[in-house]
């Protein structure tokens, strides 16, 4: 399912080329749960972004589902994004305008789905995280959980692929619940645990 290979990433800093990731290797098979676990600044989140196709790597391969993410274009990595990867976000991203069903339903409009069908994906997923509801409040009317089970309804709407959370281990288990309710069986989930307390 994911196969990396060499992985070498850093940054500039001023004049100096700040080492980020040194040469490494990474895979996770079909049906797999990944931690990635480190301090703060070993690089947890530039690998998380290198694996969501949301950066590049500097050298190295990375196969994800079966496809050459090394050898894509940047310009097509947005689809690779669209299609097969879920993402939750300690933050959410959730759009301030839009209400639940209209950030929920989003990447799938993107896709090309038809309004409807991306609707009915939408109050099926939302039925499991006990979101109906909320469905027509924007995310200034929520608190905090309820944010964070919008940006997982939408991470698993899509049917991708993997999984990407970078939250904290709350989350996960709500996360690991849905995934056992719904199951899908060929799901795969990599997260960054966090050092905070869960509440």
């Known amino acids: 399912m994911i196969t990396m290979k060499s992985i070498i990433k850093g940054y500039m800093l001023g004049e100096e080329r700040l080492p980020i990731l040194k040469d490494i290797h990474f895979s996770v098979d079909k049906g797999e749960y990944v931690a990635i676990l480190g301090p703060s600044g070993s690089g947890k989140t530039t690998f998380m ?9 500097d050298s190295g391969e990375y196969y994800l ?4 993410i090394h050898e894509t274009k940047e310009d097509d990595l947005t689809d690779v994004r669209n299609r097969k990867i879920g993402f939750i976000f300690q933050n959410y991203q959730l759009i301030p305008t839009y209400n639940v069903m209209q950030n929920i339903i989003m990447p799938l409009l993107m896709r090309g789905m038809k309004h409807e069908e991306a609707e009915r994906r939408c109050i099926d997923t939302v039925e499991l995280l006990g979101l109906e509801h909320r469905i027509k409040h924007r995310p200034n009317e929520l608190s905090g959980g309820q944010k964070q089970r919008v940006s997982i309804a939408r991470a698993l ?3 991708p692929a993997i999984l990407l959370a970078d939250v904290k281990w709350s989350t996960v288990l709500i996360v690991y619940c849905v995934y056992n309710v719904q199951k899908k069986s060929e799901k795969r989930t990599a997260y960054t645990k966090r050092a905070e307390k869960c509440v």
């Open 49 to 57: 972004n290198i694996l969501g196709c949301m950066d590049v790597m």
């Open 65 to 68: 589902d079966g496809m050459a």
């Open 157 to 159: 709407v899509g049917n």
